[in-house]
């Protein structure tokens, strides 16, 4: 198993675009979070990519040091409590129109933002998104 430097390297190696920290990527999971949870208005590829920070922990949970992952799975499992929360699960059907899906066992590509607003909202809406707050803004 991996420390936390070693595991940014690997994964910059295997093609992340730079060697990010366990704490860089827990940072971008809780900033999204966040944005879902206020109501994320950005464009759909923004959306898309910004998911990805979730992938980036899946990968590194599987390489990382067992007492690195039992020092941050509890913030993490807090973080994915708040964004499926904060989310509509459709089976990844609004998404699956912009962006290919990954593999089953990645959820969080699979449910949608419960709150549609802005640019992601009526690129959702117009893919069918359902069971979701109507837009705010």
């Not at 690997?10 to 920290?21: D, M, N, S, V």
């Not at 910004?50 to 590194?60: I, S, T």
């Not at 066992?105 to 809406?125: A, Q, Y």
Request: aromatic residues 10%; proline residues 4%; hydrophobic residues 40%.
């Amino acid at each position: 198993m991996a420390t936390e430097t070693e595991v940014g390297e690997l994964l910059h190696q295997r093609g992340w675009r730079t060697a990010f920290t366990v704490a860089e990527g827990v940072n971008a999971w809780a900033a999204l979070v966040s944005a879902i949870e206020r109501g994320y208005s950005d464009f759909t590829h923004e959306y898309t990519n910004d998911l990805y920070c979730r992938n980036w922990l899946h990968e590194a949970w599987l390489l990382l040091d067992d007492h690195i992952v039992q020092l941050w799975t509890p913030q993490i499992k807090a973080l994915d409590d708040r964004y499926r929360a904060a989310t509509v699960d459709d089976d990844g059907i609004g998404l699956d129109q912009f962006h290919r899906l990954p593999g089953p066992d990645l959820w969080w590509w699979r449910r949608h933002p419960r709150i549609l607003t802005g640019d992601l909202g009526r690129s959702l809406r117009s893919a069918g998104a359902i069971g979701a707050d109507p837009e705010t803004t």
